[in-house]
């Protein structure tokens, strides 16, 4: 089961294709639907402020993670986990999101 932190290769379908993403939610529960958060990885770079370069060995391109495109993604659909973020890396992220989402304080 992919975790949090984790860079795995997903399958996002046909108009998305097979790219890396991040998982950004925590596991599910019995009581939950079976859905994954990701964050997609992109080479289609525009320089947003809610693209979030990451260097990391099992990203064979140079691109960014958009944290715009967060989404959920039921577990059939993930191929191959490439590795796991760092914890600095993954705080990266993480305040890239909260700033997206509107989020100013921390709980």
Known sequence: MPK?????????????KIRPALII???????????????PH???LRGSRFEVAIPHKQLSQKGAFLVQG?????PKYFLR????????????????LLTFLGITQTF
């Open 42 to 44: 992109t080479t289609a």
């Open 4 to 16: 949090r932190g984790e860079l795995w290769l997903v399958d996002f379908g046909i108009a998305q």
């Open 25 to 39: 939610s925590i596991p599910y529960a019995d009581s939950d639907r079976a859905l994954i958060g990701v964050i």
């Open 81 to 96: 986990r490439l590795g796991v973020l760092t914890n600095d890396q993954l705080q990266l992220i993480e305040k890239s």
């Open 70 to 74: 967060i989404l959920t993604i039921p």
